[in-house]
């Protein structure tokens, strides 16, 4: 009931509708994210993104639109340094991971003043999303889904059997560079909400929570965006009653929803 209450307020629907938002992406890629063992790129492209950030605070635009540019851009060069150099995924995950860290650390310290709101970019503030912030989460929440719809088949071909998927005739290269694309555009979505510091908890946890009850992909992906919703809706109820960050707690709850729904699943 508290939490109807505080709809009301403006910020409190831009909060709840920017969680909903983020959950879809979260949900499809995420399943994506849990079935192909990729779940590590996701927090290397996650931190990578700080440098994007420290770009815009340091040439005075959004740092959320620098984020989506250094996301991207670290999404088709970890693809290509492993496809092409034949250097491990891991490490090229630690590349990308500490370069875009250590660019994000320089601008910002190049920034001229204090840089008010990074503590948000790193934990999340998704009590101050703006609704021009909606706008673009929406924006990359389509791009994502017309992406899976048209690319569903080659996705679940790779993510299962990358080996026997290129012996069928997949390009398997071009689809791993576009999945990465999407992990890059769902970290851009999920900074607003919990930061860059949890993004990888929130694109494996509710995946890896529905993989505990179906092996099917496409059912992953629909109860992975289901769980995000009530991670997210319960997560912003508990920080309002509390007053304690709701990135956090959004986190916190899906963790522990994990560890009921693996200890019930053992006694079952």
Same mark, same amino acid.
């Given at each position: 009931m508290i939490l109807w209450?505080?709809?009301?307020?403006?910020?409190?629907?831009?909060?709840?509708?920017?969680?909903?938002?983020?959950?879809?992406?979260?949900?499809?890629?995420?399943?994506?994210?849990?079935?192909?063992?990729?779940?590590?790129?996701?927090?290397g492209?996650?931190?990578?993104?700080?440098?994007?950030?420290?770009?815009?605070?340091?040439?005075?635009?959004? *740092?959320?639109?620098?984020?989506l540019a250094f996301t991207t851009a670290s999404a088709v060069i970890m693809g290509f340094i492993r496809e092409r150099m034949g250097i491990s995924e891991d490490s090229a995950i630690g590349i990308i991971w500490v370069t875009g860290m250590s660019l994000g650390v320089i601008l910002i310290g190049l920034?001229?003043?204090?840089? *008010?709101?990074?503590?948000?970019?790193?934990?999340?503030?998704?009590?101050?999303? *703006?609704?021009?912030?909606?706008?673009?989460?929406?924006?990359?929440?389509?791009v994502i889904l017309v992406v899976v719809y048209f690319l569903y088949e080659?996705?679940?071909?790779?993510?299962?059997?990358?080996?026997?998927?290129?012996?069928s005739g997949v390009p398997t290269e071009r689809v791993y560079l576009i999945l990465l694309s999407l992990v890059a555009l769902t970290v851009v979505i999920l900074i607003r909400?919990?930061?860059?510091?949890?993004?990888?908890?929130?694109?494996?946890? *509710?995946?890896?929570?529905?993989?505990?009850?179906?092996?099917?992909?496409?059912?992953?992906?629909?109860?992975s965006s289901i769980l995000s919703i009530i991670f997210t809706v319960e997560g912003l109820w508990l920080s309002y009653i509390f007053n304690i960050p709701s990135g956090a707690t959004i986190v916190l709850v899906s963790v522990v929803t994990f560890l009921l729904a693996s200890a019930l699943k053992k006694i079952f």
């Open positions: 209450e505080a709809l009301q307020y403006e910020f409190m629907r831009n909060a709840l509708l920017a969680g909903i938002l983020a959950s879809i992406a979260c949900g499809i890629v995420g399943a994506l994210v849990v079935v192909r063992k990729m779940s590590m790129i996701s927090g492209i996650s931190h990578a993104a700080f440098g994007g950030i420290g770009l815009g605070y340091l040439l005075g635009f959004d *740092p959320l639109y620098g984020a920034s001229p003043g204090y840089a *008010p709101d990074l503590f948000s970019y790193l934990f999340g503030s998704i009590l101050a999303v *703006p609704s021009s912030d909606l706008i673009v989460m929406a924006v990359l929440d389509a080659e996705f679940l071909a790779v993510s299962f059997d990358e080996d026997f998927a290129k012996a909400v919990v930061g860059v510091i949890l993004v990888i908890a929130m694109l494996t946890v *509710p995946a890896v929570t529905a993989w505990q009850f179906s092996r099917r992909l496409n059912e992953i992906m629909l109860l």
